[in-house]
């Protein structure tokens, strides 16, 4: 079964510094990476996703991810963070050999930026 | 376009009390469906999930049941709440395979056991 953990449980930057958010996994097959953001009193939303090809991910709002799989890893990174970016960043697994029959989260990362 | 609708937003019941929490998604057909719960610091821990009508796998062993009685609906049950059953509950579909594979999600319940 797949598992995802992240690495921080929350983080705290001031506007314009750069983020990366670490995500691991563990499955030995072929995988789909999601990272989700949930705004405050807003519903989940997909950030960007990877599925074959280009490693490197570019998603909304200036968002980019990097797959690494001999690291089994999927972090997400932007150069410089706003104040609107506060929220709780979420990554998710779903197994390439059972596509879209389960979606495995991470324990979220709760992002606070300072003005 | 596709829509998903999950009712009511916030519940509070005692315990001891059924659940029923609905779930049911628009403009696509024979989707995945899932139930998730949305704990402060835990992540989402998926709860069920669907293929098919009447196809029902289970993640977790716990006082909740799930049932799919028509293609686009998804229901979360319980006859008897507990007080740990309280949380934010979260209904999500997905498309079958590929790189139209994503989960959309519904706005959540807020459920409260006294």
């Known amino acids: 079964a797949q598992s995802v953990s992240q690495h921080n449980h929350h983080v705290i930057l001031s506007e314009a510094a750069s983020l990366e958010l670490g995500c691991n996994y563990s499955y030995g097959g072929t995988v789909n990476l999601f990272w989700y953001v949930q705004y405050p009193g807003q519903h989940l939303q997909l950030l960007l996703k990877?599925?074959?090809?280009?490693?490197l991910v570019k998603g909304i709002k200036g968002f980019e991810a990097e797959f690494i799989k001999s690291k089994f890893s999927f972090n997400l990174r932007k150069p410089s963070v706003q104040w609107s970016d506060t929220a709780e960043y979420f990554c998710?697994?779903?197994?390439?050999?059972?596509?879209?029959?389960?979606?495995?989260f991470g324990p979220g990362t709760r992002l606070s930026v300072l003005p | 376009s596709q829509t998903i609708h999950q009712w009511p937003a916030t519940l509070v019941q005692p315990v001891g009390s059924p659940l029923s929490l609905e779930c049911t998604v628009e403009?696509?057909?024979?989707?995945?469906l899932y139930w998730y719960r949305q704990a402060a610091g835990r992540g989402l821990q998926l709860l069920f999930y669907s293929v098919g009508i009447g196809q029902i796998s289970s993640e977790v062993p716990q006082n909740l049941s799930a049932s799919r009685p028509q293609d686009r609906q998804f229901i979360l049950s319980s006859k008897k709440l507990l007080l740990s059953d309280s949380g934010f509950y979260l209904c999500?579909?997905?498309?079958?395979?590929?790189?139209?594979?994503?989960?959309?999600f519904g706005q959540g319940t807020r459920l409260t056991v006294v």
């Open positions: 999500a579909w997905s498309r079958w395979g590929g790189r139209d594979t994503e989960a959309f």
């Open positions: 990877y599925f074959s090809g280009d490693p």
């Open positions: 998710a697994v779903n197994a390439g050999d059972n596509y879209g029959q389960n979606f495995v």
């Open positions: 403009g696509t057909s024979n989707p995945n």
